[in-house]
């Protein structure tokens, strides 16, 4: 048998063996999912202004963000985060809440490795590719508004 | 007040779903997906064009990861504008350091308390 023949009937195994998501239904849990995630939130800025009238929109956002990043982390110690994530995807990666799910997952997990070289060495194993790129953007943007 | 739940709905789940799409078509990994997002949010405030849905949708544009780009550039936006040079290196992470530590922190509280679950699915 030719190397041709073999790399086509292995990518043909392949193509057989990678599990088929069923492409219009997760569209629509993705969309449904992200867009509550978001009023969810939008909920709780409302709350927060209505409480505490003389808060800005900045700092409500801000806090609002702080209370779904901690919901988002106590969910994901729970194990039920990742259940969401099974069927909305991308719903539950996009939001903010992903991002805390990216941290707390991996530092639950590696815990067993130990504190300081397993979880606090591995929490940013997902998050540290975003945080450097944004800051690498920002730092960019920000030099491009300097000599402007 | 129903219409504004109705827009947060539409430009969240609308932003969502073209993560989904893009899962979708070229089987790209979530961590790919956050910073290309983060990265087109960083930009589209560059360009004075993320404000804008910010103030139509509110939490349905702040919530998904794509106004954390905008924070960052924001951040930096504003510092170097007060600052000069020196908010070109402050201005992004002072910014969007709220996030990052409530991340930082929540995560190692609650890897101290919870174990990891054995995966059944």
Request: glycine letters at 12%; charged letters at 10%.
């Amino acid at each position: 048998m030719d190397i041709e023949e073999r790399n086509k009937k292995y990518n043909e195994y392949v193509q057989a063996k990678i599990p088929k998501t069923k492409n219009f239904p997760t569209l629509i849990y993705a969309f449904v999912v992200g867009g509550l995630i978001c009023c969810i939130g939008q909920g709780i800025m409302d709350l927060l202004m209505l409480i505490f009238p003389t808060m800005s929109v900045e700092s409500a956002t801000a806090w609002m963000l702080i209370v779904i990043i901690f919901v988002a982390s106590l969910l994901t110690g729970l194990g039920i985060y990742d259940r969401i994530g099974v069927f909305a995807g991308a719903g539950s990666i996009v939001p903010i809440t992903g991002f805390s799910n990216s941290i707390t997952s991996p530092a639950v997990e590696f815990k067993r490795e130990g504190i300081i070289f397993g979880l606090c060495a591995k929490m940013f194993t997902v998050a540290g590719p975003v945080i450097v790129n944004g800051v690498a953007v920002s730092i960019v943007i920000g030099l491009i508004y300097l000599f402007l | 007040m129903l219409w504004m739940y109705a827009k947060v709905f539409l430009v969240g789940g609308f932003i969502c779903l073209l993560g989904q799409l893009l899962i979708i078509k070229t089987n790209i990994t979530s961590s790919r997906i956050l910073v290309l997002f983060v990265c087109i949010g960083a930009v589209l405030e560059g360009l004075g064009l993320y404000q804008p849905i910010i103030d139509w949708a509110g939490a349905g544009a702040t919530v998904p990861i794509v106004g954390f780009g905008r924070s960052l550039a924001k951040g930096a936006i504003e510092a170097v504008r007060e600052q000069g040079l020196l908010g070109v290196f402050t201005g992004g992470l002072t910014a969007t350091s709220g996030g990052i530590a409530a991340a930082v922190v929540f995560a190692f509280i609650m890897a101290l308390i919870f174990n990891s679950k054995t995966k059944k699915f």
